[in-house]
Each structure stands twice: as structure tokens, then as C-alpha cells.
């Protein structure tokens, strides 16, 4: 039976997972030994690691799981739970959410499907502010009411979830006892590194169109981008086939680029997370500064 359920590509964001969850053990095993501003650096690169992997390694493995055999998905969801310090499989329920609703506007009770969509929070049908949305998202959605969503369909994935994080929490507790201080250090750069998952969803879908399917999603096709990020920068198309594999979303681009410029779809020339520098994206963001 081939290890790989997809791809033999998949070797790449495997090996990356396994890299971060080695720096993590790094930053707190080696914190004692390095000046504080080294620590500092360290912290920084660790807060994007967190969104790194987020939105191209965990992404990727809720659409496509890497691995044939479920005991080995399930392994590596235990695995990315610890090193992004929070439930893959509750974040693939969110996700899913998501996708569902495409980043929808509110109906007319003030709801959205999508949990994550930059419109929950805006007012007279525009995003939201990108900095409350960026610094505020971390805090929105409640854990018990994510597991208790999946408990009612799929029971033994919502107790798996609760295992994950409590493997994470078990984690941070042998943390705090070899080095407690590089735990409390890194705390923050925890809390930026999802503000920068946020900030990175935000650009995804500033300036989509949610009721037009193939222009869901905004887009970057920068090269460096979605080879450190695993496709990640193909987000328009990703949603229009959110089933397709990231080797294989540069040439749909190819395909459907008539389509797609039909379609007014959005493209920006940096990466998601500097979404506000992208010269695409000036001039646009004033009409919802007041939100």
C-alpha cells in the first residue's frame, strides 16, 4: 500500500510539520542559552510559523489528508494540533464552516454560515475593519460550542478533538516545568502568530464577490509565495475546487484564467498576509475604515 494518498509531493509539508514542531522544541530548550534579543527574533519567526502552517500545511491536510491509512491522518492531526497549539480537528470543522459560506454577508438576523467571514462584524454590508479583524478574531469563537457541533454528528471526532487539545495543554505544562519563563515568553508571539493567521484570511477575501463562485476568493500568484506556502496564494481557484490539490492549482489557473477575468476576480501581487501594501488593494480599503 503507497504511504501517500495523493501526492508523493506530500513528503514536503510532512517534512515542514515535522521542522516547526522540532523549532518549537528548540525555542524552549535552547531559550536559557540565548540573549533575549535573539529570543525576540525567535519569537517573531515563531509567530509566522504559526500562520505558515495554518494556512498551508493544516490547510492543506483538512481538503486533502496526506496519508492512505487513517491511524497515520489521524497521528499527524495529534502532531499539528501540538505544534499550531490548537485542535486540527476542530479547526477543520471551522474551515469546513468556511467553505460553506465562502465568507457570506450576514442574512437578515444578523448571521453568517462562515464563522470566519470578514463581513460577521461589519456594518451596512461591508468587511470589516482589517485591524479588529485581525486583533480580535482569536477570541470569537467558543471551543465548547465548536465541540459540541461536532459531537452531535460525529462524536468520536469531537473527543478526539478534546484529546488533541488537551495534548497541546499537556505539552505546555512539561514546557512550564523544564523552562517556565520561555513559556511565558513566547505566549504573545502565540497570540501575534494567530493575529497573523487572521490578517492572512482577511486578504483572502477582501474584495471577492461572495455570490459569484468563482470569484470567491482573492488570489496571489507570486511564485515564492506559494512554493513557501504550498499553494496557499491560489485561494480563488482553491474555493472554486476547494477538493483539488495544491500541486495541481497553478495549472487550473491556466485553465480558467479567461474565466476568471471575466469574472472580475481579484488578484494582488503580495503574499495574503501584506495584503495591506499590495498596490491592488490601495484606495479600496477606505469605504469600510469606519467599520
Given at each position: 500500500m503507497k504511504l501517500f494518498a495523493h501526492s508523493k509531493w506530500d513528503i514536503a509539508p510532512v517534512l515542514a510539520a515535522l521542522a516547526h514542531l522540532l523549532f518549537n522544541i528548540y525555542l524552549i530548550?535552547?531559550?536559557?542559552?540565548?540573549?533575549l534579543w535573539l529570543s525576540a527574533v525567535l519569537g517573531c519567526l515563531y509567530a509566522v510559523s504559526i500562520s505558515w502552517n495554518i494556512n498551508s500545511i493544516s490547510h492543506n491536510f483538512i481538503h486533502t489528508p496526506y496519508f492512505t491509512r487513517s491511524w497515520l491522518n489521524r497521528a499527524f492531526s495529534l502532531l499539528e494540533s501540538i505544534t499550531i497549539g490548537f485542535s486540527q480537528t476542530y479547526y477543520h470543522w471551522v474551515h469546513m464552516r468556511h467553505h460553506s459560506g465562502n465568507s457570506d454577508r450576514p442574512n437578515a438576523a444578523g448571521e453568517t454560515v462562515d464563522l470566519l467571514s470578514i463581513y460577521k462584524y461589519g456594518k451596512n454590508g461591508e468587511p470589516e475593519n482589517v485591524w479588529s479583524y485581525t486583533l480580535l478574531s482569536f477570541f470569537r469563537d467558543?471551543?465548547?460550542?465548536?465541540?459540541k457541533a461536532i459531537a452531535r454528528t460525529r462524536p468520536f471526532d469531537a473527543k478526539w478533538g478534546r484529546f488533541e487539545l488537551c495534548a497541546f495543554f499537556a505539552t505546555v505544562a512539561l514546557g512550564l516545568i523544564y523552562d517556565w519563563r520561555a513559556v511565558l515568553f513566547l505566549v504573545p508571539f502565540y497570540y501575534f502568530g494567530n493575529c497573523l493567521s487572521s490578517l492572512n484570511g482577511y486578504y483572502e477575501h477582501f474584495n471577492g464577490d461572495p455570490?459569484?463562485?468563482?470569484?470567491?476568493?482573492v488570489s496571489s500568484h507570486n511564485r515564492f509565495y506559494n512554493w513557501l506556502w504550498f499553494g496557499n496564494g491560489y485561494h480563488a481557484e482553491h474555493h472554486y475546487r476547494p477538493r483539488m490539490h495544491w500541486t495541481?492549482?497553478?495549472?487550473?489557473?491556466?485553465?480558467?484564467?479567461?474565466?476568471?477575468?471575466?469574472?472580475?476576480?481579484?488578484?494582488?501581487?503580495?503574499?495574503?498576509?501584506?495584503?495591506?501594501m499590495a498596490k491592488e488593494n490601495l484606495g479600496l480599503e477606505s469605504r469600510n475604515a469606519d467599520c
Amino acid at each position: 500500500m503507497k504511504l501517500f494518498a495523493h501526492s508523493k509531493w506530500d513528503i514536503a509539508p510532512v517534512l515542514a510539520a515535522l521542522a516547526h514542531l522540532l523549532f518549537n522544541i528548540y525555542l524552549i530548550v535552547g531559550f536559557a542559552s540565548r540573549p533575549l534579543w535573539l529570543s525576540a527574533v525567535l519569537g517573531c519567526l515563531y509567530a509566522v510559523s504559526i500562520s505558515w502552517n495554518i494556512n498551508s500545511i493544516s490547510h492543506n491536510f483538512i481538503h486533502t489528508p496526506y496519508f492512505t491509512r487513517s491511524w497515520l491522518n489521524r497521528a499527524f492531526s495529534l502532531l499539528e494540533s501540538i505544534t499550531i497549539g490548537f485542535s486540527q480537528t476542530y479547526y477543520h470543522w471551522v474551515h469546513m464552516r468556511h467553505h460553506s459560506g465562502n465568507s457570506d454577508r450576514p442574512n437578515a438576523a444578523g448571521e453568517t454560515v462562515d464563522l470566519l467571514s470578514i463581513y460577521k462584524y461589519g456594518k451596512n454590508g461591508e468587511p470589516e475593519n482589517v485591524w479588529s479583524y485581525t486583533l480580535l478574531s482569536f477570541f470569537r469563537d467558543s471551543i465548547s460550542d465548536i465541540h459540541k457541533a461536532i459531537a452531535r454528528t460525529r462524536p468520536f471526532d469531537a473527543k478526539w478533538g478534546r484529546f488533541e487539545l488537551c495534548a497541546f495543554f499537556a505539552t505546555v505544562a512539561l514546557g512550564l516545568i523544564y523552562d517556565w519563563r520561555a513559556v511565558l515568553f513566547l505566549v504573545p508571539f502565540y497570540y501575534f502568530g494567530n493575529c497573523l493567521s487572521s490578517l492572512n484570511g482577511y486578504y483572502e477575501h477582501f474584495n471577492g464577490d461572495p455570490d459569484t463562485p468563482i470569484a470567491w476568493g482573492v488570489s496571489s500568484h507570486n511564485r515564492f509565495y506559494n512554493w513557501l506556502w504550498f499553494g496557499n496564494g491560489y485561494h480563488a481557484e482553491h474555493h472554486y475546487r476547494p477538493r483539488m490539490h495544491w500541486t495541481k492549482l497553478a495549472t487550473f489557473h491556466d485553465e480558467i484564467r479567461k474565466e476568471q477575468d471575466e469574472a472580475g476576480v481579484h488578484v494582488i501581487s503580495t503574499c495574503h498576509a501584506l495584503g495591506f501594501m499590495a498596490k491592488e488593494n490601495l484606495g479600496l480599503e477606505s469605504r469600510n475604515a469606519d467599520c
